[in-house]
């Protein structure tokens, strides 16, 4: 009879489980296939304007999951700093950009925390036995699982001018999607049919060059930064993915490949 007990109870648990599997890909897909209200693609048009370079394909795609980011994350202000509907649909339409055509997503991820200004970090470096305490401006962060860190005077910049290649939003989800794989490396999970090797030699190749350029004092279509190490290569090379694309496709055509397949997009031939 106890052993009846516990199978009944282990089937009830079960079913429970996959009620509420269930119906959270019904929600999902719901969420998915939702447009946003006429008021609301306004704001994202004006607040993120290369969304209106879209190809019309991926419009929709783009607020259905918009609509699915909102729904799971939470968008919170830090130091008093009031969240408006527009600064949450700026954000989404910005972070949604990266896996608008893609089955990547940010399933960890639960919290944005929005500054009202840059903020200052504490950060030790040590030398020896000796423990440095520096202090540093920070426009955004991403931790594994979340949450991501944002000053909203940049992401407000960021999305409004889509052609200077500074952009914290796509910077910062660039981590999230980069840390899918349990790490944040500058290796993502890489597409179906998505070679490693390419990936690896096409990354390194231009990651070499981009350091190389920055430590000689050239100019550089990826953000300078980038040169700091791989996760942060890979996350300002996305950024010029979107930003100028025609530049990057011009001095780093293979790494503007392997990007292309990752994300399943191709900005060159957005009008």
Known sequence: MALLYVLLGALLIGAI?????????????????TPLTPEQRAVVAELVPIIRRLPESLRHKLEGKINLFLDQITVRGNQGLEITESMKLSIAAQACLLVVNSPAWYHPLRNVLVYPSAF???RNTYDGHVVHENRHIVLGESWVRGP????????LEGGLDERDGHNVVIHEFAHQLDSLTGHTNGLPLLRK?????????????????????VAGGRGTVIDPYGATNHEEFFAEAIVAF????HALQRDAPALYAQLSKLLALDPVQWS
């Not at 269930?22 to 998915?32: A, C, E, N």
């Not at 990354?203 to 060059?209: P, T, V």
């Open 242 to 245: 979107f930003e100028k694309p």
């Open 148 to 155: 991501v860190v944002l000053a909203w005077p940049d992401a």
């Open 17 to 33: 489980l996959l009620y509420r599997r269930l119906s959270w890909q019904r929600k999902r897909t719901r969420l998915l296939e």
């Open 120 to 122: 200052r970090k504490n």
């Open 193 to 213: 049919g998505q070679a490693y090797s390419g990936w690896q030699k096409a990354m390194l190749d231009a990651y070499h060059e981009h350091v190389n350029r």
